[in-house]
């Protein structure tokens, strides 16, 4: 169906046709039908999201449904798990348009959009409105007139708000488009803002009488020695989980691409190199109890399957599902469950663990290379 109503949907400008979706979305989860036709069956492919047990290891990525409209929609589509946001304390429009730019031979989109969103207390009325099984994390920001070094009054503000309502909470440190935003990444700056995060979250638990677990994303324009400082920082402060990664502001194009030089973060498949690498960093680097949400440039079941391999256990997709609708979440499905029981592994973190034995003693199992 999406396949058919992609070329008109791509003749629409970028950002009007995804507020379309957006508002279709919305307005198909309200009505149980509405909701019957979004729903696919889907294969279970149950794995672990912190303590819960979620019916499949693909979520959908920050940044498409930025004020928590679509919930119920996403959970019929069968994401096993959906991030909202980035949402910041105060509403704010974002940066002026156009800030959305396809670059159709590379499935790929550049964005700046800035943050636009409706503030905490909107998505906080919609988060708190539904019942629902699927989880739900939310990613927080600082607005963008907040300066850089008061933007841990912003994340405060907006992680005591939010953990009450989200399933786990991600500390966005790597939008491109907030001016000093990725400085947070710096191991002092980022030591002191998660550090201050975790002792809310514990003063937190024992009030909500449950633990928000806390993650953290990561830029894919990270050194390899940045992140090797990093890591550390990460493992002091007993941050939750880290997703990698976010949009890069590298180019690693080939092919026609008229609107490269559009400022702003660049995501899909040409990402996707940029952004396993920086999963196998961590996961060489971080320890097992500490899960890494791969994120960037999955497109299908090999690439999520290869991200996974690379030390992921669970992905999140965003422009794939742009370019190819909802069958990408029922292809990476039903193709993971395929290697699953190709290696005839109880389950995929099993067949995970095979794969990357696999690949340690040379017997390689995956479709690409990562270093
Ligand atoms: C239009 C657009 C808006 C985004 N907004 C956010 C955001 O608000 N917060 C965030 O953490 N990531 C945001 N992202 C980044 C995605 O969550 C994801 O990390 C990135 O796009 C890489 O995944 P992909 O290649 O599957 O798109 C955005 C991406 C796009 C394309």
């Known amino acids: 169906m999406y396949r058919l109503i992609r070329p008109l949907i791509f003749r629409i400008p970028p950002e009007a046709s995804h507020d379309l979706a957006i508002d ?32 499949n290891p693909v979520g959908l990525a920050a ?19 959906a991030e909202i946001g980035t949402v910041t ?13 396809r670059l159709p031979a590379q499935e790929a989109l550049i964005n700046r959009m800035g943050f636009n969103n409706e503030g905490l207390t909107a998505l906080i009325g919609r988060l708190s409105a539904h019942t629902r099984t699927m989880p739900v994390g939310v990613n927080i920001g600082k607005n963008r007139a907040t300066p850089v070094n008061q933007a841990i009054d912003d994340y ?51 009030t909500l009488g449950r633990r928000v677990p806390l993650a953290v994303k990561i830029a894919p324009d990270l050194r390899d020695d940045e992140i090797a400082a990093l890591i550390p920082v990460l493992i002091d402060v007993e941050c939750d989980a880290v997703i990698a990664t976010n949009t890069t502001i590298q180019r690693p194009l080939t092919g026609p691409a008229p609107l490269k030089d559009e400022q702003g973060g660049l995501s899909g498949a040409p990402l996707r190199g940029l952004a396993r690498h920086v999963i196998a960093l961590l996961y060489k680097g971080l320890p097992a109890s500490m899960p890494i949400i791969g994120v960037g440039g999955i497109d299908s079941a090999d690439s999520a399957w290869d991200h996974l391999v690379a030390g992921a256990t669970l992905v999140q997709v965003y422009t794939g599902f742009v370019y190819q609708g909802p069958r990408l979440l029922a292809s990476i499905v039903t193709g993971l469950k395929r290697r699953v029981e190709g290696l005839s592994a109880r389950d995929l973190p099993a067949a995970l663990e095979v794969a990357r034995r696999n690949l340690l003693s040379g017997n390689l199992t995956k479709t690409e290379n990562f270093s």
């Open 89 to 101: 304390p105060r509403a704010q429009p974002g940066n002026p348009r156009p800030r959305l730019f």
């Open 63 to 81: 940044g498409f449904d930025k004020n928590g409209r679509c919930l119920p929609a996403l959970e019929a589509l069968g994401f096993g798990f």
């Open 24 to 55: 279709t979305l919305d307005w198909l989860g309200r009505t149980s039908g509405g909701r019957r036709l979004l729903t696919q069956h889907l294969p279970p492919l149950p794995c672990a999201l912190f303590d819960r047990t979620i019916n």
């Open 156 to 206: 405060r503000l907006a992680f005591c708000a939010v953990a009450p309502h989200a399933d786990y909470v991600t500390v966005n440190l790597s939008s491109p488009n907030t001016p000093g935003l990725r400085s947070l990444q710096e191991p002092e700056m980022a030591r002191a803002l998660l550090g201050m995060l975790k002792d809310e979250q514990r003063r937190l638990t024992p």
